[in-house]
């Protein structure tokens, strides 16, 4: 089975809904490259996410995380996975759905808790109730994730190639975006 990717998909959630891991799968599936807006960010900046937050405040972050995320969409089609602030930015939404097509992950609260308590590489959860932190940004940030041109829920139940094959299901609906090739 071969694919034609005909826009970059943009994955879009919560920290911890699986992004990277399934943006991998799914790169792999698609046969098409995997990039990673925080990944491109720390490498043109040469310092971790968590060190810019520190040092320029998450302004400043969010600034270089949608020229990035400019950049991405204007080069090759691939699966991108964006950091879990990006979507709320309006101009991020916009040029992910004129350019891409956004895909939200959309993972239980309980999920995104397990898989992000034991991680020190989230500057937004270094807070003295991380798990309430983590609770204040779901429920502000999913009212503006479900705005996401297409949506898969995340299942613990479901594997990281599961929940691939689920994004390539939602996908197949938008012939402008994935189509097969026999």
Same mark, same amino acid.
């Not at 990717?5 to 991998?24: I, P, S």
């Not at 599936?29 to 405040?57: C, H, K, Q």
């Not at 309430?132 to 996401?148: N, S, W």
């Given at each position: 089975?071969?694919?034609?990717?005909?826009?970059?998909?943009?994955?879009?959630?919560?920290?911890?809904?699986?992004?990277?891991?399934?943006?991998?799968?799914?790169?792999?599936?698609?046969?098409?490259?995997?990039?990673?807006?925080?990944?491109?960010?720390?490498?043109?900046?040469?310092?971790?996410?968590?060190?810019?937050?520190?040092?320029?405040?998450?302004?400043?972050?969010?600034?270089?995380?949608?020229?990035?995320?400019?950049?991405?969409?204007?080069?090759?089609?691939?699966?991108?996975?964006?950091?879990?602030?990006?979507?709320? $930015? &309006?101009?991020?939404?916009?040029?992910? =759905?004129?350019?891409?097509?956004?895909?939200?992950?959309?993972?239980?609260? /309980?999920? #995104?808790?397990?898989r992000v308590?034991?991680?020190?590489?989230?500057?937004?959860?270094?807070?003295?109730?991380?798990?309430?932190?983590?609770?204040?940004?779901?429920?502000?940030?999913?009212?503006?994730?479900?705005? $996401? &041109?297409?949506?898969?829920?995340?299942? =613990?139940?479901?594997s990281i190639?599961?929940?691939?094959?689920?994004?390539? /299901?939602? #996908?197949?609906?938008?012939?402008?975006?994935?189509?097969?090739?026999?």
């Open positions: 089975m071969s694919w034609k990717l005909k826009k970059t998909v943009a994955l879009v959630g919560m920290m911890g809904a699986g992004k990277t891991a399934v943006g991998k799968a799914l790169a792999a599936r698609l046969d098409v490259p995997f990039l990673d807006s925080d990944a491109e960010i720390e490498t043109a900046a040469n310092m971790s996410v968590a060190e810019i937050f520190t040092r320029d405040g998450e302004p400043f972050f969010r600034d270089k995380e949608s020229q990035v995320i400019q950049r991405l969409l204007e080069n090759e089609r691939c699966i991108l996975s964006t950091g879990g602030g990006a979507f709320l $930015a &309006d101009r991020n939404q916009q040029m992910i =759905s004129e350019k891409g097509v956004a895909v939200w992950l959309n993972a239980p609260l /309980d999920l #995104l808790w397990q308590r034991h991680k020190d590489t989230r500057p937004l959860l270094r807070t003295p109730n991380p798990r309430a932190t983590l609770t204040g940004l779901y429920e502000k940030r999913t009212p503006i994730y479900a705005r $996401a &041109d297409l949506k898969v829920d995340v299942s =613990s139940k479901f190639e599961e929940t691939a094959t689920l994004v390539i /299901d939602v #996908l197949l609906a938008r012939p402008d975006v994935l189509e097969k090739c026999e």
